[in-house]
């Protein structure tokens, strides 16, 4: 049986506030560190087609520079606007050192 999860990257390879592009599943996603805790989330915003790893992570928060949104990175609802639709979040988790995402289990929106 073939399993949905897959292997992103290193569990130590992010300092906080940092974030990489990662795809899975054939999704983009972004690999996020907010304060040494990873999240796993689309890679755009729910608002504009805009790519948010361009944007910065902040108080567990992602950030679109385009508009100014912020999306919680624990649930994607958006916490400031003008985005009023969440962005989807992805379990993950590490073993041996490695992450894994499964892409086929979003929370939220897709």
Same mark, same amino acid.
Not at 35 to 47: I, K, P, R, Y
Not at 66 to 72: A, E, I, K, R
Not at 73 to 83: F, H, N, Y
């Given at each position: 049986?073939? %399993?949905?999860? @897959? ?15 990662? %795809? ?7 690999? !996020? ?21 361009? /944007? !910065?992570?902040?108080? /567990? ?14 649930? /994607? ?11 989807? @979040? ?21």
């Amino acid at each position: 049986m073939d %399993t949905p999860w @897959v292997k992103v990257g290193s569990a130590e390879e992010l300092r906080p506030g940092q974030m990489k592009r990662v %795809t899975a599943g054939g999704r983009r996603l972004l690999l !996020c560190n907010a304060d040494g805790t990873l999240h796993c989330v689309d890679e755009m915003c729910s608002h504009e087609d805009y790519s948010l790893h361009l /944007g !910065c992570i902040q108080e /567990g928060r992602i950030k679109c520079s385009l508009h100014g949104s912020y999306f919680d990175l624990e649930t /994607g609802r958006p916490t400031v606007e003008p985005a009023t639709e969440p962005i989807a @979040v992805y379990p993950l988790r590490i073993e041996a050192g490695e992450v894994w995402v499964d892409p086929t289990n979003p929370i939220g929106s897709d």
